[in-house]
């Protein structure tokens, strides 16, 4: 019999593990051939696309639309296709919708889709009780009738961004008779859509692998598997991807973005996407309700100095609120960085550098890129024409509450997205007084915007939404600042096609020859 | 003893009673709604009216509180906002992933800072010198930065150890309870044990390297005090190796001062592990209470304190109890 000293068989042990992590015998799995991996910057929550938080989270719609399908499909450049529902429409006097519904659809389980989903889906998302945050849009048609695949139903209250809303947040198509069967908690543990993939495995924070779906009724997926590893931390996702272990990411700092996208085997898209830099104006100051100051702090911004020197080129200066790929842009609307003018203005008002108008300026701290720094080098440009903001670090979720109640600062930065592209989206809800989410509440705009809400003619309402954001611009009763571009990561073996919803969705990723 | 007992359970129930007013109200008083953070961009007063109440947020705070006891005393924490699932649940599913990191980086911590600890009691000036500087560095770098450190060593420059998560994804979890390492070392699954254990290694080593310079520091001292007592000066004119005189003789006085002083530690490692789980993508409490707060999960956030505060109650009861057991004085009074 061999005997082994316990000095040695420990020294043995520790040497085999050494000697496994060195020559990498502990597995690091890169990715498998049909299994694509993509390092996600938010986790999931919950499955229930309609309701909480998460509903509400423009990123997460990547997953959820992975798994369900909405009743209206997006392109990325944000037109509109057939999604579950292949024909939609008003009537001649918007009194009623019809919808058409697509045929040979089966849910996960193989169950076939039908017409009764649809509707029981909109019902309940219109329901109060549901939570559902997106309810007010859905809530605007009702009494649905069924003949065969055609749904007709009664307009509650026009909305012209109904249909709009049936391609973004909560606009899914759930299993009837499968959730009433499972309940909400059954649900979340095994959730079934119509979608390209199907729910395979879930651990909470850590990851979802999905698997395709055989029978999507638009074509097999380019990947058997996709998994989606929740990696909330930037430098952990720049690792992931250059370590090899995931093949896409996004949102990583410019800097690593720049510094990777050249490097062998990886590439890289960087896509303007549906979600722009702003600060709101408060008119509860005394202050902002002169127009030479906030007109001023207008024409004292640099915004191409800031994209170019701040976000290395990555963003796009904005005059309104709407970005050029939104319905309402228009690019005759422009706003001039003129110090001079600032300064102008401010002595109109009895103000100058040595004798400064004052007041806060809020904004966030890294939620968004160089959020903090954009707005030291905007106070920096600022105090030259003799305007001083001191600056007021918040949360996000404090930023919410302050606008929810009226009671941000005079000034306060935010992001502000828009992924249906339609200007009640933009400058609509941000702008529109009786809106929970405006900070400028004033009667004269309330009264140009109000009719537009309810424009039956939609080449008059796009109009109309230019002229008010003409006017928002010469009034200056908000401050645009930029749009964000979105940095997407990958492996040169695959390929992203961009999209401008930001939501990076699998379908939206295909295998290279590379 | 029962008396004692006793004493010690009515002064856990108080402590608990105070962390659960204490969060409570300064969840409260706090700035951020949940509420405000999930309303629609056309949201009308009674929609939002209708949020605050389908999440039990429209009562008083009074009225809050007292619902929440009452729950709580029936065994109930509350349902998510965020997951819209059971907190309890929640915290069960997560709690022993970051049970078994915590427990791992403790073990990791101990054999370092014990090997530290014994190469400088054995080591003369120059040694001993070496191991202080490299007990100051790893005491000097905060685990995150640890953690970041080792990514880029371990995950990036050298990919010997996966960068994120608890297993890997294509393994699944077919597990039949939440003890990954654990369930997979008990059931001789080794592909599995192999794989948890290597998702394990760099957030236990980055919570570990800290606590082992605190341990090598503190048991190093010791040691040097009891290798000049008389029961060693014994040993040692008895011809015993001085390698045996410090793990045999000395060790045992030694190991006392230093498990009270890891027990307090410990508590402070279970609350490292609320970053380090956020780098790692690890799946446990900490990770979870950030993406709780991030989203003002009110009934998630008060659960997870609540559960952080049993589990220090709790380490510090076994330390006093261990210590006491070590310690025939304070054993008998």
């Known amino acids: 019999m061999i005997s082994v000293p316990r000095r040695q068989t420990l020294a043995l042990g520790a040497s085999a593990v050494i000697a496994g992590l060195i020559g990498g015998r502990i597995p690091v799995r890169a990715a498998t051939p049909g299994t694509l991996t993509i390092a996600f910057n938010v986790t999931l929550p919950s499955f229930d696309p309609t309701t909480g938080t998460s509903a509400v989270n423009p990123t997460i719609q990547a997953i959820y639309r992975s798994v369900f399908d909405q009743f209206v499909g997006q392109k990325g450049d944000l037109s509109f296709e057939p999604g579950l529902l292949t024909a939609w429409g008003w009537n001649a006097d918007r009194t009623k919708v019809t919808m058409d519904v697509r045929r040979n659809v089966v849910w996960h389980d193989g169950s076939p889709l039908s017409p009764e989903d649809v509707v029981w889906s909109l019902t309940r998302a219109a329901d109060p009780k549901s939570g559902n945050p997106i309810q007010f849009i859905w809530s605007k048609i009702g009494n649905y009738k069924i003949e065969d695949h055609r749904i007709t139903a009664d307009v509650v209250s026009f909305d012209p961004t109904l249909f709009k809303w049936m391609a973004f947040l909560t606009g899914y198509v759930l299993p009837k008779a499968y959730y009433q069967k499972v309940g909400a908690d059954g649900f979340e543990k095994k959730p079934i859509g119509t979608g390209p993939f199907m729910v395979d495995a879930y651990e909470g924070n850590a990851y979802l692998r999905l698997v395709a779906n055989p029978h999507y009724w638009g074509g097999k997926p380019a990947f058997e598997t996709v998994v989606f590893k929740f990696v909330t931390d930037a430098t952990s996702r720049v690792a992931e991807i250059e370590s090899g272990s995931s093949d896409v990411t996004l949102e990583i700092p410019y800097e690593e973005y720049d510094r990777l996208k050249h490097k062998p085997g990886l590439s890289g898209i960087a896509t303007p996407v549906s979600d722009i830099g702003m600060i709101f104006i408060s008119n509860t100051s005394p202050a902002m309700l002169d127009p030479n100051v906030r007109l001023a702090a207008i024409h004292a911004i640099d915004k191409a100095a800031i994209v170019h020197r701040l976000l290395r080129g990555y963003g796009v200066p904005l005059a309104t609120l709407e970005a050029p790929e939104y319905e309402a842009y228009d690019p005759a609307i422009t706003v001039s960085y003129d110090p001079a003018k600032a300064v102008a203005l401010l002595k109109a008002s009895g103000y100058s550098p040595a004798h400064p108008v004052s007041f806060t300026l809020q904004t966030t701290r890294g939620f968004k890129p160089k959020d903090y720094e954009m707005i030291q080098a905007i106070v920096g440009m600022w105090r030259r024409v003799g305007i001083h903001a001191d600056i007021e670090v918040y949360e996000i979720a404090k930023h919410y509450e302050l606008r929810a109640a009226h009671k941000l600062a005079p000034m306060a930065f935010y992001n502000w997205g828009n992924a249906i592209g339609d200007p009640t989206t933009s400058t609509g809800f941000a702008m529109f007084g009786p809106s929970p989410h405006s900070a400028w509440k004033s009667a004269d705009l309330d009264a140009k915007i109000g009719p537009l809400w309810g424009e039956h003619d939609e080449a008059k309402r796009i109009a109309g939404w230019k002229a008010v954001d003409r006017v928002i611009a010469e009034q200056g009763l908000v401050i645009p600042l930029l749009q964000y571009v979105q940095p997407v990561l990958f492996k040169t073996s695959v390929a992203v096609a961009p999209n401008v919803s930001g939501a990076l969705q699998p379908t939206l990723v295909t295998k290279t020859q590379a | ?333």
Not at chain 2, 57 to 66: A, E, K, R, T, Y
Not at chain 2, 237 to 248: A, D, Q
């Open chain 2, 1 to 333: 003893m029962a008396a004692a007992a006793l004493n010690r359970a009515a002064m856990m129930a108080v402590t608990l009673l105070g962390v659960a007013v204490f969060v409570f109200v300064l969840l409260r008083v706090a700035p951020g709604d949940p509420v405000a953070m999930m309303i629609g961009p056309g949201a009308s007063p009674q929609d939002i009216a209708a949020l605050r109440t389908r999440y039990g947020l429209d009562g008083s705070i009074m009225l809050q509180f007292g619902l929440w006891l009452r729950a709580i005393l029936g065994g109930e924490l509350g349902t998510s906002i965020s997951f819209h699932r059971p907190v309890a649940s929640l915290i069960g599913e997560r709690l022993p992933a970051t049970l078994e990191l915590a427990l791992s980086a403790l073990c990791l911590a101990l054999l370092l800072g014990a090997m530290l600890a014994v190469v400088g009691t054995l080591s003369r000036r120059g040694g001993e010198a070496a191991v202080d500087g490299v007990s100051g560095l790893l005491l000097a770098v905060p685990d995150f930065v640890w953690s970041l450190a080792l990514v880029l060593l371990l995950g990036v420059a050298l990919p010997v150890l996966p960068l994120s998560g608890r297993i890997d994804p294509s393994l699944g979890t077919d597990f039949r309870t939440p003890f990954y390492l654990g369930e997979s070392l008990v059931t001789g699954h080794w592909r599995a044990a192999r794989d948890v254990g290597a998702h394990l290694l760099m957030p236990a080593t980055a919570l570990a390297l800290p606590l082992a310079a605190i341990i090598a520091r503190v048991l190093k001292g010791a040691l040097q005090e009891a290798m000049v007592q008389d029961y060693v000066l014994v040993a040692r004119v008895k011809g015993m190796s001085e390698l045996r005189l410090v793990t045999r003789e000395a060790m045992r006085n030694a190991i006392g001062p230093t498990l009270a002083l890891t027990g307090v530690q410990f508590t402070f490692l279970l609350g490292g592990t609320v970053i380090v789980e956020r780098i790692f993508s690890y799946p446990g409490l900490g990770n979870m209470a950030i993406e709780a707060v991030i989203n003002r999960d009110l009934p998630l956030i008060q659960g997870l304190v609540l559960v952080f505060g049993l589990l220090f109650i709790l380490t510090n009861l076994l330390i006093d109890t261990v210590i006491a057991g070590l310690n025939p004085k304070l054993r008998h009074g």
